[in-house]
């Protein structure tokens, strides 16, 4: 079976691709099945894979315990959740027995202040996917388009209920630069308009300027920009300051959708998740909310990350300073381009004549390494695999396994030999 990937390269042509022997043969989006408790036997259970980061997957394809993979899949902070929000989350444990505030009000009151805006403009979920998904329930958009590559749970949300899905893929080729005048066309034809800053698998940070035309075109549709700063605070201050739109949080058209997932490195606790959006949309999606969306561990340990600044600075210096050592050495690795990236992850283009990325995932992954590949996003398929930044010593391991499954994959025989390093600024780096 094989699908169609739509990819902008410069005269809008289509490419079919196969799927992936990876996964099960599904279209972007669609995901891949095992059976849990068992292989689809009775009692069986079908588990879907969309995304990375899951260890129990992995296990099952690899024959590893799920702890001993060095995940490189999922892209959360690579310093841990800070201390005081794990010690928060403890002693809010304690209070298991109790309901947690219906509508988070203490967390979404220090939170908005925190973000600098109105706690009425906010609203909180059990992570961003669960609000992605009620926002586009309550609006119900005709046409949705999505500024791709993406995140796959826009167009599954749109999908699940029902709305019509117009993908606008950016083309790696030119570095994912956004042709305006027909990004801002196809917004006019839409009630609704996700992207993702910074993008999401590219890395690359849009300045808010270029995304103001954006937004006036959806306002004078009468429909909604949606913006996706889940990575946004990774950035350094000055980066932050150019792209984040929370400044014009209120703003008629405008919602912008982030999470304590990524930056806190809270995905077990589910973010939580938050919506700034105007007054009126922030309490539609109240009114028609579920309530108990934040459970008492998760609401504690947000409200310590509020307070920990001095753990942002540490992410922000080290996350950087990792990148970018990392994006030398996998340059170095193998024949690959590495897209700048202002996040906690880069993407790579595998040469066009080499071995696909789903050869180079296997065999990281039967090394006990996971990353991800793109094939499921719209508009890159086979030939992409994103990696996420971790610590020093986890990207050295990542840069040598990768080496030497290129070398087996590509038919060059096994190879043993290190990366060569040098000192950079007083400390250890790739070469590049």
């Known amino acids: 079976m094989a699908y169609r990937v739509p990819r902008r390269d410069g005269v809008g042509e289509e490419t079919q691709v196969d799927p992936p022997s990876l996964l099960s043969p599904c279209p972007p989006g669609e995901g891949s099945s095992v059976t849990e ?10 588990r879907l894979q969309f995304h990375g980061g899951d260890l129990v997957w992995a296990s099952r394809r690899y024959g590893l315990p799920p702890g001993r993979f060095l995940d490189f899949s999922s892209s959360v902070n690579p310093l841990g959740p800070p201390p005081a929000a794990l010690r928060a989350a403890r002693a809010a444990l304690r209070r298991a027995a109790y309901y947690p505030d219906p509508f988070s009000g203490a967390l979404r009151r220090e939170l908005a202040a925190w973000l600098g805006i109105g706690p009425d403009l906010l609203t909180l979920g059990n992570g961003s996917t669960e609000l992605i998904h009620h926002l586009v329930r309550c609006r119900s958009p005709r046409r949705v388009t999505v500024v791709s590559p993406a995140f796959s749970e826009y167009r599954r949300a749109a999908e699940a209920a029902g709305c019509e899905v117009e993908e606008f893929p950016l083309s790696p080729g030119d570095g994912f630069a956004l042709p305006m005048d027909a990004l801002v066309s196809a917004a006019s034809r839409s009630e609704m308009t996700f992207f993702c800053n910074p993008a999401s698998p590219s890395g690359k940070l849009y300045s808010r300027t270029e995304l103001l035309s954006l937004l006036e075109a959806c306002r004078d549709a009468g429909g909604l920009l949606v913006v996706d700063e889940s990575f946004m605070g990774f950035c350094p201050d000055r ?27 809270l995905a077990g606790l589910r973010g939580p998740g938050w919506l700034a959006g105007t007054r009126g949309l922030v309490g539609e999606l109240e009114e028609k909310g579920f309530p108990w969306r ?29 990148r970018e050592e990392l994006a030398r050495g996998l340059r170095e690795a193998g024949p690959f381009r590495v897209f700048p990236g202002h996040a906690n992850y880069l993407l790579l283009r595998l040469p066009v ?6 050869a180079v995932v296997e065999g990281m992954g039967r090394r006990g390494v996971l990353v991800r590949s793109c094939h499921d996003f719209s508009g890159l398929g086979e030939g ?5 930044v971790r610590r020093r010593r986890e990207n050295m391991r990542l840069l040598r396994l990768l080496r030497e499954t290129w070398c087996e994959v590509s038919g060059r025989g096994p190879s043993r030999s290190a990366p060569v390093t040098r000192k950079v600024n007083g400390g250890p780096s790739w070469a590049s």
Request: proline letters at 1%; glycine letters at 16%.
């Open 37 to 46: 408790g068992g292989d689809g036997g009775e009692g069986g259970v079908r």
């Open 239 to 265: 980066d932050r300051e150019r792209a984040t739109m929370i400044h014009l949080a209120g703003e008629e058209g405008l919602v912008i959708i982030s999470t304590f997932t990524k930056l806190f490195a």
């Open 294 to 322: 934040v459970n008492v561990a998760a609401e504690a340990a947000a409200r310590a990350c509020l307070g920990d600044e001095g753990y942002l600075r540490k992410t922000r210096a080290r996350v950087g300073a990792w």
């Open 353 to 358: 004549e080499g071995p696909q990325a789903v």
């Open 384 to 388: 992409f695999i994103r990696v996420a």
